[in-house]
T-cell receptor, first 119, second 111 residues
């Protein structure tokens, strides 16, 4: 079954304690991305990756790190979490959006979400 | 900078009625997505619209795209309670590196 898997689903942590949220996809997608969802603000992109070893900042990257050592995995790292990073996080993947110009389906698939609370 | 606006942000509908959600965006894009999100759940893909005049239908939902007006609509026909959810439109950025989301339309269908 095609899917994007995030872990953990729920996490409560304390300020300053490093954490990693994992994301894995089984569709051989080039593109992966992290979003955070906050009430009234919709979804905002944190980081994205166009392919292995290629990552770049999104709109709200401060306080986050990512890596893309393998095509299927795209972990999100919070080195020193703070309360303003309390949010609902989603990982997404798709084929390269450029392929859509040739008529390839570039539907973006989302993980189940990780609800993070930093106290 | 690409901005995406949805309206209304909240919609309370009676079962059996029709209504339309609007999604406007500020700069040219060649792709628009519609998603559904149930409370506490992930985003489910509904439609991907690729070209001007594109129309797609699934059940009681129909989406259309007018790239010249930079407008997409999601039309709901004869609403039923199961359609209650939050609906997001998202527009592909010019750099082909992200989807810019609208704020979402929270739809509540009641008897």
């Amino acid at each position: 079954e095609a899917q994007v898997t995030q872990n953990p689903r729920y996490l409560i942590t304390v300020t300053g304690k490093k954490l990693t949220v994992t994301c894995s996809q089984n569709m051989n997608h080039e593109y992966m991305s992290w979003y955070r969802q906050d009430p009234g603000l919709g979804l905002r992109q944190i980081y994205y990756s166009m392919n292995v070893e290629v990552t770049d900042k999104g709109d709200v990257p401060e306080g986050y790190k990512v890596s893309r050592k393998e095509k299927r995995n795209f972990p999100l790292i919070l080195e020193s979490p703070s309360p303003n990073q309390t949010s609902l996080y989603f990982c997404a993947s798709s084929l390269s959006f450029y392929k859509g110009r040739r008529g390839v389906n570039t539907e973006a698939f989302f993980g189940q979400g990780t609800r993070l609370t930093v106290v | 900078e690409l901005k995406v606006e949805q309206n209304p942000l909240f919609l309370s509908m009676q079962e059996g009625k029709n209504y339309t959600i609007y999604c406007n965006y500020s700069t040219t894009s060649d792709r628009l997505y519609w998603y559904r999100q149930d409370p506490g759940k992930s985003l489910e893909s509904l439609f991907v619209l690729l070209s001007n005049g594109a129309v797609k239908q699934e059940g009681r939902l129909m989406a259309s795209l007018d790239t010249k007006a930079r407008l997409s609509t999601l039309h709901i026909t004869a609403a039923v309670h199961d359609l209650s959810a939050t609906y997001f439109c998202a527009v592909l950025s010019g750099g082909y590196n992200k989807l810019i989301f609208g704020a979402g339309t929270r739809l509540a269908v009641h008897p």
